[in-house]
């Protein structure tokens, strides 16, 4: 019971990335690969029921998509990892398959994450993107990592800020993402996610214009892969009604 009072008060006493058509979802916890050792995570997503509208003329609609990217991750320090999202693809019902663009990422976040109580990072990330993927070229993201391994209950926090360099600091956006994790063994655990889109710092959307989308977790760790499933419903008008996520990871020479 405890650990339900917990999970409750985390995921609707903070605010927690909301979804918005992407090639990712996840929250990001401050593992980083190990130093000389390339690391390959796929991320794909599939979204059976969601918003039937592009967000903007010529974008690829999130209802019935299929996005997705390979992630390469290097270890480069015991608190610096570099990574490159590419290529980011996506197939929907009006555009078909498509190319868009790729991402540039810098993680740093303190030695030996999963080993500490609080654990803590940072991840940086600039994207080139295609026209139908999003109305800007350039966008950032900024994704703080708080978090704390309570055994067996895990819970992270990812207050992130996005901006497409325009407007200065009144058009950053706020798409924080929570987890709370049960580990019910050491290679399985189960977990709620909350992903939203507030809208601009200083100007947040009405929540019937937010987005906010809760997911069922499940993990699986295992020498030849590491899985993570996942399904989740939108609770409010502007988010997607129903979508699936599979992330599989894999250090390559290590």
Do not use: C
């Not at 608190?79 to 999202?85: C, I, M, P, R, V």
């Not at 901006?163 to 977990?191: M, Q």
Request: glycine share 8%.
């Amino acid at each position: 019971m405890p650990f339900f009072v917990l999970l409750l008060l985390v995921l609707f006493g903070m605010p927690s990335r909301g979804y918005a058509q992407g090639d990712e979802i996840q929250v990001y916890d401050g593992g980083l690969a190990p130093v000389g050792v390339f690391n390959l995570t796929l991320h794909n997503n599939f979204t059976p029921k969601g918003i039937k509208t592009p967000s903007f003329a010529g974008a690829v609609t999130s209802d019935k998509s299929w996005n997705g990217v390979p992630e390469w991750a290097y270890g480069v320090t015991r608190f610096f990892e570099a990574g490159l999202y590419m290529p980011l693809y996506s197939f929907d019902k009006d555009l078909g398959a498509k190319l868009d663009g790729f991402k540039l990422r810098a993680l740093f976040a303190v030695p030996k994450a999963d080993d500490r109580k609080f654990f803590y990072g940072a991840n940086f990330e600039f994207s080139i993107n295609s026209k139908h993927w999003d109305e800007r070229r350039f966008t950032s993201e900024i994704r703080p990592i708080i978090g704390f391994h309570l055994k067996p209950v895990d819970i992270i926090y990812n207050p992130i800020v996005d901006t497409n360099y325009t407007g200065g600091i009144k058009n950053l956006e706020y798409v924080p993402s929570t987890r709370v994790a049960y580990n019910v063994r050491p290679s399985w655990a189960v977990a709620i996610e909350h992903y939203a889109d507030f809208g601009p710092l200083r100007d947040f959307y009405s929540a019937h214009d937010q987005s906010h989308q809760i997911f069922a977790v499940f993990d699986h760790t295992s020498k030849l892969v590491d899985m993570e499933f996942g399904a989740g419903v939108g609770v409010t008008a502007n988010s997607d009604k129903f979508q699936l996520k599979l992330i599989l990871s894999r250090d390559l020479n290590n």
